[in-house]
């Protein structure tokens, strides 16, 4: 089978989108760059030529063009000097510009399919109007090096300079560029209107808030106060653990091989050091106690007998070991306890403690404001005639907080034709608003239309998922995430279980969690043409069995079950399932 390479143009001066990072630009969920990259994914080795990107995984190969801003043939030349330094060069070439947002992996396996097949060059691909695109094309090696070597100067010289007569042109669909802030703007609408049209899968909508969001700012704070953020820099050791050599046990601290004079000082932890010790002596010492110097070992009290003349033993049958734990033995200053992105939770809080560390760089907690939307919802009071008790309001900030979120407030918001604008330009003093209800297409259901008004960018238009198609997710311009729920009680509260974790991640830059997977004994009578996420329970055996059916207008269905299955469409039963545990 014949070798693959790639070289991926992500530089130049984009002078025409006013010197901005053009491979940067985000389309559809996703940089230009990345949309190149998993177009390329199956290559052999794959070069980047462009500034240093250090967000780039380490199997990515980075180059500069020389010097830079060189235009694309100097930018092919770097990119063909770092894979000439690479074992068993490719045969096949392929070099793609990072500014097609729509390029695909079957695009380019179908110009590598007519490549092998016609032994031309290189073969190119055409666009929709038969526009060469000679920056969307695969290569022999040999012509490519050649075509290169053969130019006196590398400096701005058009990709026609390279093109070979031994040419094919390939039709295919999303290989237009983006190049001006128009075609950039015309690619993002054709992108929403697509998604208009089709719903996303939960997993799509995890992976677009994840990535697509915009961070909070990240900020220096008191690590114990930070609970539900996320360090937005590695958490490095300022002192070691231990801070000094002390005994693991209880016992004895001894110099030399023994048998070993007992004095009679005693070493306690937080105590006084005992003096050093000679060799032959041993002094009494506690779990915890600094080791005296000239400690050889400690041995434990269950390993030893003192006799009547005050000499320590080692008893025949006892194992030697080393009951000292050694300064740094976790870990030196400087040491990292953990990377960027992890939680501050408990046990992070409890290791920057026992590093010496006091503050971080985070980024959160996530602060939210809840809206309840609806004339007929009703807080506190009796009920009047077509009036409903708010049933999930009380218990969202209780949710929400399993998952680091703080709830600042939570207001009703009456039906009215402009209700939610007032709402939506005030949310500039939070980071999240939790909006129940107002997202289906009814007469009082006015969020859509509000958060078009507001000029928001639309993340998640529609969910493909029973309960909670309705949802919609969308940011603001001040930053702050609209997360619209279904109004039904327990749509509203499955999706925001489902979704949240993600949410908050996007925010804070949070490593996302393990999904939790496991046989669902019934899947086949749960499934559907879309998934379903329904109550479940536990067995015995392993996994869950899940309810078939259920009352979505109250919680009722979530009394003695365990948790929340994510059953993807025409499931059977056994299937692996996701499964959402239901905050205590």
């Avoid at 010790?277 to 002094?283: K, P, Q």
Wanted: net charge negative; aromatic share 2%.
């Amino acid at each position: 089978m014949t070798t693959v390479d790639a070289i991926v143009l992500a530089g130049g001066r984009a002078t025409r989108m006013g010197g901005v990072d053009k491979p940067a630009i985000v389309v559809g969920g996703q940089s230009m760059l990345d949309a190149a990259l998993g177009a390329v994914a199956d290559c052999a080795r794959t070069v980047v030529v462009g500034p240093q990107r250090p967000e780039l995984p380490p199997e990515i190969l980075q180059a500069q063009e020389i010097p830079a801003g060189a235009g694309p043939v100097a930018a092919i030349a770097a990119g063909l000097g770092v894979l000439a330094d690479c074992d068993f060069p490719a045969g096949l070439i392929v070099v793609l510009a990072a500014d097609m947002p729509f390029l695909t992996a079957p695009a380019v396996d179908e110009l590598l399919r007519h490549a092998l097949e016609s032994g031309s060059d290189a073969v190119f691909a055409a666009d929709e109007s038969g526009r060469p695109q000679y920056l969307v094309g695969v290569w022999r090696r040999v012509a490519l090096t050649a075509a290169v070597s053969r130019l006196e100067s590398l400096v701005n010289q058009p990709m026609k300079a390279l093109v070979p007569v031994d040419t094919v042109m390939v039709p295919l669909a999303g290989v237009a560029d983006c190049d001006t802030p128009d075609q950039v703007r015309h690619a993002r609408e054709a992108v929403e209107q697509t998604a208009a049209n089709t719903p996303m899968t939960l997993d799509e909508a995890r992976s677009v808030l994840r990535h697509t969001v915009s961070q909070l700012t990240p900020r220096s704070a008191a690590i114990r106060a930070a609970r539900g953020a996320a360090l937005a820099e590695p958490l490095l050791a300022a002192d070691a653990l231990p801070r000094f050599d002390v005994s693991a046990m209880d016992g004895y601290a001894v110099s030399g091989d023994g048998p070993w004079q007992v004095r009679r000082d005693i070493g306690f932890a937080g105590g006084q050091r005992p003096v050093g010790l000679l060799a032959g002596e041993a002094v009494r010492i506690a779990t915890g106690a600094h080791v005296p110097d000239g400690t050889t070992t400690v041995v434990r009290d269950e390993f030893v007998r003192v006799d009547e003349s005050g000499v320590l033993h080692r008893l025949p049958d006892a194992p030697v070991r080393d009951d000292v734990r050694r300064r740094g033995e976790d870990w030196l200053p400087g040491t990292e306890i953990a990377p960027a992105g992890t939680p501050v939770h408990a046990a992070l809080v409890s290791a920057a403690a026992s590093a010496e560390v006091r503050t971080a760089l985070v980024r959160g907690p996530v602060r939210a404001r809840i809206v309840m939307t609806g004339d007929e919802i009703r807080s506190e009071g009796p009920l009047h005639a077509g009036q409903t008790r708010d049933s999930i309001g009380p218990i969202l900030p209780d949710l929400l907080a399993w998952h680091g979120v703080q709830t600042q407030d939570r207001v009703h918001l009456r039906d009215a034709a402009n209700a939610f604008d007032e709402v939506l330009a005030a949310a500039s003093d939070c980071d999240l608003l939790v909006i129940v209800g107002a997202t289906g297409g009814g007469a009082a259901d006015q969020l859509r239309a509000a958060l078009g008004r507001a000029r928001a960018g639309v993340l998640v238009r529609r969910l493909r998922l029973r309960p909670g198609g309705s949802t919609v997710v969308a940011q603001l311009r001040s930053g702050a995430v609209v997360l619209g729920l279904p109004g039904n009680p327990f749509a509203a509260v499955a999706t925001l279980l489902a979704l949240t974790p993600a949410l908050v991640s996007g925010l804070t830059g949070a490593t996302h969690e393990r999904v939790l997977l496991g046989p669902l004994a019934n899947a086949g009578e749960i499934s559907g043409p879309v998934a379903r996420i329904v109550p479940a329970r536990a067995v015995p055996a392993g996994g869950w069995v899940g309810d078939a059916s259920i009352r979505t207008a109250h919680l009722a269905g979530l009394l003695h079950r365990d948790g929340l299955v994510v059953v993807p469409a025409e499931a059977r039963d056994g299937d692996p399932v996701e499964f959402i545990p239901l905050p205590g």
